[in-house]
């Protein structure tokens, strides 16, 4: 059992059907759309929502390593990996199965066309073929007619007896005539019929089963792609599924991984000050008018503390405007652990810093090989990278000397130049500090050290110094040279305005 044998007379059913299932397979890929469009938002969201959460909170949990905290980081990171996942989802449903099914669609639409096409054809034909059979049946009907009126005619003159012989030829030539056209229009109309039921026979026995045949062909392959596109939806997502398991497995191992004795642990370690408890405070006895005595062991802040407490409030009162103000000096911290973390800080600006100097590098031979032979690139179109590695550089350079002078003052050294600012401070020790001195003398009256030039130079081109510890200047401008290039490619620079700070080496010339 066929379309082409047992719906030969339902052109109309087997049209309407067809395109209803095309109509089903374009419903379904624009519903499998809408679905990627669903889990690409849903990945969107996730990111912002890890962005939202990451790294937040007060400056003291940022700077702990306690394992609750950083594996609340590790599962924000962990939720990114998922959000990857579900865009990977998304971007599997669009190529596998709405692009495919897309294209298939409009391949079936085209041979639907055409069947139909064909069998239009083949009725347009069929209709032509009985209209010449219905006009040579009026005209053998017509000629017929005409014959047998020739007939009566040429009776009737013979038996007219005033008829002459000549008119009763004449009538009978006549007659002959009209039997003769009766008798090809009759020819001719036979033909025409035969004609025609070979064409209808051909038409309903061959051409329409034939092509119903193959809408019934290509609408089983439409069911069979709609079938699989099922399959595919789900057989995509469970292709992520593993990975998607993964990042959640990750998420709970990393919980399981908090060790909450750890994390108490760590708070002493990084709070605890090392001083011992206040002593018990002595009895006075007034009523025997002795004087009272002294508390020897009441705790004094040294005298260094005291300066260094001036200085620093001198500090915040009239800051430089190139000191980088973001920088932590983790002064809450005990003497002990202030030391340590800056050190750690240290070494994280040291680490950068080494990773941007060896970036300029080779941004600088790059440059150089660009500029010997043009065609391998424009030195030009490298300029936007060295500015910026440029400025990074002279922020992390400013950054590792401000914590250098930290570091140096939370151990009771002298604070050196910071080149992201033009603020020089003297810190006394506590083993310079006189015993006769004042413990509540203030250190504003102490000498500051003054940098002295080693020599003068002018700036060849304009310099954006927005960066900390990078200073701006103009073409033409005279500086004053404070220190020289190290081998990394930059210099330490004063202005006339007092503002000092560091200039790439290849942007001035040395007078």
Known sequence: ??????????????????????DLLDRYVKFVKER??????????????????SRRGIKEDQDTKLTNQQVFQDMLVALNEYAAQREQLSESMTLTICVELSRNLQELRQERKNCLCEVKKAQQNLETTFKQLEISKKRFEKEWREAEKANQQT??????TNATKADVEKAKQHAHVRVHVADESKNEYASQLQRYNKEQNHLYHAEIPSVFKKLQELEERRIRMLADGYVQFSETEKKVLPNINKCLDTISSTGRSIDEKQDTLALIEQYKSGASPPADVEFEDYSQGVKPASFDNTPHLPKVRIKQLFLKKNKVTSPDKNMPSSLEDFSRLPPDQRRRRLQEKMDDVQKELQKETEQSEALMKMKGVYEQNSQLGDPSSLQPQITETAHNIARLRG????????????????????????????????????????????GFDEDFDVAVPVGQCKALYDFDGSSEGAVSMKVGEQLSLMDEDQGDGWVRVQRSNGDVGYVPASYIQII
């Open 399 to 442: 950054e590792l000397n401000k914590y250098q002078g930290q570091l140096t003052e939370a151990s009771g050294g002298t604070l050196p130049f910071s080149p992201a600012s033009s603020e020089y401070i003297a810190v006394l020790s506590e083993s310079s500090v006189s015993p006769s001195e004042n413990i509540y003398e203030s």
């Open 155 to 160: 009776e009737k003159v013979q038996q007219d």
């Open 1 to 22: 059992m066929d379309w082409g044998s047992d719906l030969w007379d339902q052109h109309d059913v087997i049209e309407r059907h067809t395109q209803s299932g095309l």
């Open 36 to 53: 990627a469009e669903i889990e690409q938002t849903y990945a969107k969201l996730l990111r912002n929502l890890s962005k939202k959460y």
